[in-house]
């Protein structure tokens, strides 16, 4: 997976700061390295104080997806999002939330994916631990819920159409190591229970990620 961001950010004064980004991701799988998603989009920050030490961000974004296998999966997605952080005696404890919606795209034969249009909740909970100048640990806790807006799946619920919505717990625990001025080492590990009110989709995942990055 190849990821990058250009943004731009501007000091409203000394405490308020909004930023404007253009995200690119482009995913590959399998072993012959086969493309499987292309996304672009446009992500927008405000940042402020509250109280004495708190800060609260807001967000939103626009993302353009694209399933080179499976165009039926295409869609447009956007969100607005908030999160609160409260600085603690050596750690700071992180509360948020996102309400995002995504659009099906329509093909030449009027077809798309199963569900049609989807809704997105989330709120997360997360702790962030320094430790020393360059090294900061990350504990975070989500529940989501989905709901697909058009009755499908039939394939998987014994070829008979029904709503599907889901809901999950996602936990997660992520390590930062700033190498210099410039680059960023970050490994994460996730693990993610999902239930869906059609039982196919009912799973467990456990996910790890290793990266670099370099910032300018």
Do not use: C, K
Not at 81 to 108: F, K, M, N, T
Not at 110 to 134: A, K, N, T
Not at 136 to 156: E, P
């Amino acid at each position: 997976m190849f990821q990058g961001r250009l943004g731009w950010g501007y000091d409203l004064d000394a405490e308020r700061q909004l930023t404007l980004s253009l995200d690119t991701l482009r995913a590959w799988q399998d072993t012959d390295f086969s493309r499987l998603l292309t996304r672009w989009g446009v992500v927008g920050e405000y940042q402020h104080p509250l109280g004495e030490d708190s800060r609260l961000r807001w967000h939103g974004h626009w993302y353009d997806n694209r399933f080179e296998q499976n165009a039926l999966n295409d869609h447009h997605s956007g969100g607005l999002g908030i999160e609160l952080r409260v600085p603690q005696d050596g750690w700071a404890l992180r509360v948020s939330g996102l309400a995002e919606r995504e659009w099906a795209s329509s093909h030449a034969d009027q077809r798309q994916r199963d569900g049609g249009d989807l809704d997105h909740l989330r709120l997360g909970v997360g702790i962030d631990i320094p430790v020393g100048l360059r090294q900061q640990w990350r504990l975070d806790l989500d529940h989501r819920w989905r709901r697909y807006q058009d009755d499908g799946f039939a394939l998987y619920n014994d070829f008979t159409p029904a709503s599907r919505h889901d809901r999950s717990w996602e936990a997660s625990v992520a390590w930062y190591l700033q190498l210099d001025r410039d680059w960023l080492l970050h490994a994460a590990a996730d693990y993610e229970r999902r239930y869906s009110s059609i039982d196919f989709f009912d799973s467990h995942r456990l996910q790890a990620r290793l990266g670099l990055s370099y910032l300018f």
